[in-house]
């Protein structure tokens, strides 16, 4: 299997990072508060990147909480203070077990997408979940590249989707996160997804502008390279209107009676 694309330890992978977790933080944060976090919550996060979830649980929780940051890649997440009742360990989120009825609230965000066995994923999540804990997840879903009213830009994404795909990566995954999740045995909230319009220069062009990028080895010649200059160049020009991925925040919560084992 293709292994994951962006995994660059350099700066400009950090500043992508940054941009992504200025742009979904509120929203992923939005998420958890409608849960009423408990002080006393043990929460997990899988693929945590540089941390900042993990950071805002941890001070969110306070000192009878605890958080465990994780990623498969724990580079960022070790360069970077946070809270004492916050730890970091690397974890790879396929191959790596977690331990059963262990944690209230288990958080994944832009990882999913990533791993072609993703499904496993959120049952081994769901296993891990106390009874009564929720997972929340928040994936993109490139379905809505079709709102785009010029064609190139709609090409462009088609282009991407087809790319991820030969790469092991479904960026049209969103929409089939609460079926998957509901298949976990997890009850699922009713479920929103945010799809942003977005002006070149802005901070969502910046983000997906950085992206193209930071994958540029690895895309070869599977996309029209006159297909990407015009997407940079849109990303570039203020007078550009664009249509983001969607992003979807889908929690699920284990039923508050399950026996330990897994979720039913
Ligand atoms: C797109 S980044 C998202 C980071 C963070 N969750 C966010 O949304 O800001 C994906 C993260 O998943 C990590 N990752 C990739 N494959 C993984 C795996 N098999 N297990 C755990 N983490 C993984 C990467 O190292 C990276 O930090």
Redesign the pocket.
């Given at each position: 299997m293709p292994s994951?694309v962006?995994?660059s330890n350099d700066d400009r992978e950090r500043h992508?990072?940054r941009c992504?977790?200025r742009l979904?933080?509120p929203m992923?944060r939005r998420a958890l508060e409608a849960l009423e976090i408990d002080s006393r919550w043990h929460a997990l996060?899988?693929?945590?990147?540089?941390?900042?979830?993990s950071a805002w649980l941890a001070h969110r929780t306070g000192p009878a909480g605890h958080v465990l940051a994780?990623?498969?890649?724990t580079?960022?997440?070790s360069q970077v203070s946070h809270p004492d009742n916050m730890t970091v360990e690397r974890?790879?989120?396929?191959?790596?077990p977690l331990p059963e009825s262990a944690f209230d609230l288990i958080t994944?965000?832009?990882?999913l997408h990533?791993?072609p066995e993703w499904r496993q994923?959120v049952k081994k999540c769901g296993h891990a979940l106390k009874p009564g804990g929720t997972l929340v997840v928040?994936e993109p879903d490139a379905t809505s590249g079709m709102l785009n009213v010029v064609p190139p830009h709609q090409r462009f994404w088609s282009a991407w989707c087809r790319w991820g795909r030969r790469e092991g990566i479904d960026f049209r995954l969103g929409h089939k996160l609460p079926g998957a999740m509901h298949a976990a045995g997890l009850d699922v909230a009713d479920t929103v997804m945010e799809v942003p319009f977005y002006h070149g220069g802005s901070a969502w062009a910046e983000f997906y502008s950085q992206t193209v990028d930071a994958a540029g080895p690895r895309l070869g010649d599977a996309i029209d390279p006159g297909l990407v200059a015009a997407f940079h160049e849109a990303s570039a020009d203020p007078d550009a209107l664009m249509c983001s991925l969607g992003w979807i925040a889908v929690s699920g919560r284990r039923a508050p009676g399950a026996c330990k084992g897994g979720a039913p």
């Open positions: 994951y962006f995994a992508r990072l992504l977790a979904l933080d992923h996060e899988l693929g945590a990147g540089l941390g900042t979830m994780t990623d498969l890649n580079r960022f997440l974890l790879d989120a396929v191959h790596d994944v965000r832009a990882l990533h791993l994923v928040v």
